[in-house]
């Protein structure tokens, strides 16, 4: 039994200090844009994080396709809110850059405004 503690401590040893402590790969936090085909705000209201890219896509020699070897780029996690999301990867000791979002401005917009005398081209 004693043999099998210590193998376990050693592979744990070897663990924290190979494995644990790697650094992470960057990740960009964002809120995501409201879709340009849709006027409503649907899925704009969480946040992202979404790792950047390492490695470029390349194109397959027989086929032609293209592919990718790095499949962190496949991850999107969505957060409730900015915090959450920053605070998610301090704890997972994950480099981030925060993109905060550009908000325009929310014009009023009404039906009668298309009737009104003096915007009518004559």
Do not use: H
């Amino acid at each position: 039994m004693q043999a099998k503690n210590t193998e376990n401590v050693k592979a744990l040893a070897f663990y924290e200090k190979y494995c644990n402590f790697r650094p992470m790969s960057k990740a960009r936090i964002y809120q995501p844009a409201k879709n340009a085909m849709q006027s409503g705000k649907g899925k704009t209201q969480n946040w992202l994080l979404e790792y950047i890219p390492e490695t470029p896509y390349f194109i397959e020699g027989l086929m032609g396709w293209s592919g990718m070897d790095d499949t962190k780029r496949e991850i999107s996690l969505r957060f409730p809110s900015k915090e959450a999301a920053i605070s998610y990867a301090k704890d997972k000791k994950i480099e981030f850059e925060l993109l905060l979002p550009n908000t325009g401005k929310q014009r009023s917009k009404s039906y009668a405004d298309n009737f009104i005398f003096s915007k009518v081209i004559r």
